[in-house]
């Protein structure tokens, strides 16, 4: 979706024009910032506008009864939705699972990691799953035993056993764990709120982005005095 927003052959070749006349002589490096900075400003507000334009997907509400976090769309990392059942509270984060290839092609999000973290009160540590989560299949990928998290966080401590390959388990423990995420309505369910979540996301990023970059752009005298 983004990819051919942003990737506009025409602008590159402006660019490579302007860059090669900068061999003329030293004399000319200024009057050649400023025209690249100038030519940088004009596509990042055409980006800009013509992201803002583009029609957000129609709105999906979570399986109930997940609740939406609030401020989720503004942070980097966070928990996404919340739900408790009994004594257990049970947070859910979610990203990309792959750039590139088909998925950017069709324009749309095919395929999610999820990352479920069971907590109880009065426990340092939760049980957390690492999900693929697809429009019509949820996989386990780990299941392990983790400090409470705030916030979304890869990195392992390598001095830490954080428990077996899933694969390793025998496939009866493995239908258990399916089944103990199924109980607390974590499947494929969720697939069309996230999907539709991470689109308004990935949006608002990258108005934020154009934003940003013309922002620290335009304080540039070079690109002021020709603009």
């Known amino acids: ?18 860059l090669s006349s900068k061999a003329g002589g030293s004399g000319k490096s200024a009057n050649v910032s400023a025209a690249v900075d100038s030519m940088l400003l004009r596509s990042l507000k055409e980006h800009y506008l013509e992201v803002s334009k583009m029609t957000p997907p129609p709105k999906v509400s979570p399986p109930s009864p997940f609740e939406i976090l609030k401020g989720s769309l503004e942070g980097s ?7 408790s059942v009994g004594n257990e509270e049970i947070n859910l984060f979610v990203m990309r699972l792959a750039h590139g290839g088909d998925e950017e092609d069709d324009g749309g999000i095919n395929q999610l990691f999820l990352h479920v973290a069971v907590s109880k009160p009065n426990q340092p540590d939760s049980l957390h799953f690492l999900c693929g989560l697809y429009p019509d299949a949820l996989g386990i990928h780990s299941v392990s035993m983790r400090p409470k998290l705030e916030a ?39 697939f069309p709120f996230l999907q539709a979540w991470l689109y308004v996301k990935d949006h608002r990023n990258l108005l934020r982005w154009f934003k940003s970059v013309g922002t620290f752009v335009h304080e540039n005298p070079s690109a002021e005095n020709t603009a």
């Open 1 to 18: 979706m983004w990819r051919r927003v942003i990737g506009n052959v025409a602008v590159r070749h402006q660019l490579q024009r302007a």
């Open 77 to 83: 990392t966070g928990a996404v939705l919340k739900k």
């Open 152 to 190: 979304l966080e890869m990195s392992d401590d390598p001095t830490q056993y954080t428990g077996p390959s899933f694969e390793e388990l025998d496939e009866k423990m493995r239908d258990v764990f399916h089944g103990f995420l199924e109980e607390r309505g974590v499947n494929e369910s969720l």
